[in-house]
């Protein structure tokens, strides 16, 4: 087995399916049997959701709203999507603890870590929300600070594309898959991976990540198993 803990980072936008906006129950059930597979081979399974499907601090902030507020917006729309995947592995037979960074304890624990890493020790999935509860971050770097505060061995970013690619593969037919490339290399080229905060924490504190389709039936499992999925991102 390759990983023995890892941290699983989703977008907002990846819960709604075919929907325009809010969260699909099927693609929701879906990610929740991917996780009880990995749970089931004994790794030890941490999450952070963004809140894209639900709302954008940076898209109100264009449109008048002060960024702060926001932003705390867009935090509480990520602990909307843990309590809905939470309750997705629950009805999956799975233990889970949501912890989020603001306090709100009448529906989830306040991150502490060295709960959260007990709670990994004893087979529960762990999901991370309300992001860095700072505004100006993004989820992309709560789950690069959580993944190095529970010493995970890798942050598995699930997207819709199987990898990182020379340019948009949606766009450019012409685009090249990297099975493996170097922090340095992904600055260097200008590629898209995460965002740069985000990327250069990782980078410091030599954290692989890896980049692959979520949506893929198996993909989750296959990779933590050590097959060949996605793009891995280390030094």
Do not use: C, W
Not at 78 to 107: C, F, V, Y
Not at 129 to 151: C, K, M, Q, S
Not at 190 to 196: A, C, E, H, Q, R
């Amino acid at each position: 087995m390759q990983y023995k803990r890892i941290l699983l980072k989703l977008s907002g936008e990846a819960l709604m399916g075919e929907r325009q906006y809010g969260i699909d129950p099927k693609r929701l059930a879906e990610y929740a049997k991917e996780i009880k597979e990995v749970v089931e081979q004994g790794i030890e399974v941490a999450i952070v959701i963004g809140g894209g499907n639900i709302f954008r601090g940076i898209a109100g902030a264009s449109n008048g709203m002060d960024r702060v507020q926001g932003d705390h917006m867009g935090m509480l729309a990520t602990i909307i999507n843990g309590l809905a995947l939470q309750s997705a592995l629950e009805d999956e037979g799975l233990h889970t603890r949501l912890q989020t960074s603001i306090e709100m304890k009448e529906m989830a624990e306040p991150y502490i870590k060295r709960k959260a890493i007990r709670h990994l020790e004893k087979g529960r999935v762990v999901i991370f929300g309300g992001g860095t509860g700072n505004p100006y971050f993004t989820t992309d770097t709560a789950a690069v600070l959580r993944a190095i505060e529970i010493h995970a061995d890798a942050i598995l970013k699930g997207t819709r594309v199987d990898g990182v690619y020379t340019a948009d593969p949606e766009k450019d037919e012409n685009a090249v898959k990297f099975d493996n490339i170097s922090f340095k290399d992904v600055i260097d080229k200008g590629l898209k991976v995460m965002d740069m905060t985000a990327f250069t924490l990782s980078e410091e504190n030599q954290l692989p990540i890896i980049i692959f389709d979520m949506n893929t039936k198996g993909n989750l499992l296959k990779l933590v198993s050590g097959e060949k999925i996605g793009t891995v991102v280390d030094n």
